[in-house]
Every structure is written in C-alpha cells, then in structure tokens.
C-alpha cells in the first residue's frame, strides 16, 4: 500500500494513496478507477488536486508544494525547502 506522508498547514499526516484518492474521485483526476493505485501513475498536479479534495480547500492553496515520488512508491508532499544561502 502507498504510503503519502503530507505536511501542510503547519501539520503532518500519514495516509494511504486509497484513501487521498478514493474510487469515486479518480474519473475526476482522469485516473482509471478499476485497479490499486500507484505513484507511477499519478503526477504532481493530480495529487495536489486530490489534496485539495481531501482538505475541501481551494487548489491554489497547494500550488507551493513539493510532490515528491519516492523510488520505494511512496509519496512525500512538503513545503519547498531552500538549503544554503
């Protein structure tokens, strides 16, 4: 099972990729609804969609996040982070 570890607003979750994106929303996402998800399936936009679905918030308040895939098939969603100066 995907695991998508979100931080957002101030806060953390952890939870399953089935429940960010439940059957009946993934026609919405242009996502075929007949099988388990993946994160290779799925692109940035459509995650932070989905997010926005999950929060009942508008999508732009999700346009400053990172989405990122991890090769296990894990997704992280986090501010932009800057390093160094």
Known sequence: MVQVHI???GNTED???EDLIPVADRPGLG???NH???ASELNGDQ???ALANHYDKPLEE???LQVDIHKS???TIRPDA???T
Do not use: Q, S
């Open 15 to 17: 939870i399953n990729l």
């Open 31 to 33: 996502l075929d609804d």
């Open 82 to 84: 800057v390093f160094g």
């Open 7 to 9: 931080l957002y607003n």
């Open 73 to 75: 098939g894990d997704i």
């Open 62 to 64: 999700f346009n400053e």
């Open 47 to 49: 995650i932070k969609r």
């Open 36 to 38: 388990e998800l993946t």
